[in-house]
């Protein structure tokens, strides 16, 4: 047994299990159970399932990541979908309780929404949900090309809001590196650290298309409780600062903590080191 998952009403418990072999080191089958007041409901065996399997926010649909004869597919209720090559996780969002998940077929990369495929792209390094769970925003690439063994090169890379494709850049921050690309808390703006080159040399800030001002180096990346204002933290030089919108703030020798907002959205406050002395700094947001 393992993954043992609630549902979100507690009348379900879902977890996945193996028949044969030796724990889970050795060949053998594995499936999906859901214990309930009526029993037990085994579902298919595979050769592996990825994973702990999942619940829907409203606890009434099951999926999970399977595997067989070296293919990856969802089961969503007992369906399998698609065939992958690859698949790597899967979520359920909130706002409409489909399924969505990155799938990799023949060196292309598609967003898949309950089994409906987006257009190709020929990587997608990232992914995040809106708020509201209506919204996914993709950091998909192009010109990728491979130059030796397992080593590849990456051309362009841009934002895609459905089938809105931004603006190409040669490198958009993502996935573990700090910040990823964000969406306001009322899911109808998002944000993201660009760069022109790959090589990293100047990044800015882009909302929306509206692209900020250069830097050498920018972490954090914040939006108000109203979404009315985004901060987010620039190097400048041997100094960084705090930038509120178009707004820079005085510079220090480092910001040590991300800015927050207060819940009213009119105060930021964020800790800050001058020489050997450390500050707390609160200040009002006038953008």
């Known amino acids: 047994m393992y993954g043992l998952t609630f549902s979100p009403d507690s009348q379900k418990i879902v977890y996945k299990a193996k028949q044969g072999g030796q724990r889970w080191g050795g060949p ?10 009526r029993g037990d409901h085994e579902g298919r065996q595979y050769d592996l399932i990825m994973g702990p399997p999942i619940l829907s926010p409203d606890g009434q649909k099951l999926a999970y990541i399977a595997v067989e004869r070296g293919k990856y597919f969802v089961i969503v209720d007992d ?10 996780s899967i979520a359920f969002m ?8 990155t799938g990799h077929k023949d060196n292309k990369s598609f967003l898949v929404v309950d ?3 987006s257009k190709p792209y020929e990587g997608i390094a990232h992914s995040v949900m809106s708020p509201n769970g209506k919204k996914v925003m993709l950091v998909a690439r192009e010109d990728v090309k491979q130059i030796g063994s397992g080593v590849w090169t990456v051309g362009k890379e841009f934002i895609v809001i459905g089938n809105k494709e931004g603006k190409r850049y040669g490198y958009i921050r993502s996935g573990s590196w700090n910040p990823p690309p964000n969406f306001s808390p009322d ?28 830097y050498d180096d920018i972490k954090a990346l914040i939006f108000s409780p109203d979404s009315k204002s985004l901060a987010y933290v620039a190097r400048k030089g041997t100094k960084e600062l705090v930038v509120i919108g178009t707004k ?25 080191r001058l020489g050997n002395d450390l ?6 947001v006038t953008e």
Do not use: H, M, N
């Not at 909130?94 to 998940?101: A, C, H, K, L, S």
């Open 28 to 37: 053998g089958k594995q499936f999906v159970v859901i214990s309930d007041s």
């Open 79 to 88: 369906r399998p979908g698609k065939e992958y090559d690859l698949i790597l």
């Open 187 to 214: 899911s109808q703006k998002f944000a993201y650290v660009a760069a022109r080159q790959r090589q990293l040399k100047k990044f800015f800030v882009v909302l929306g298309d509206r692209e900020g001002k250069e």
């Open 248 to 272: 820079e703030g005085k510079p220090f020798d480092e910001v040590v903590t991300d800015p927050i907002f207060s819940p009213s959205s009119k105060k930021i406050a964020f800790g800050a």
């Open 94 to 101: 909130p706002g409409t309780q489909e399924i969505v998940y």
């Open 279 to 284: 500050w707390w700094i609160v200040e009002e």
């Open 115 to 117: 089994d409906r495929e």
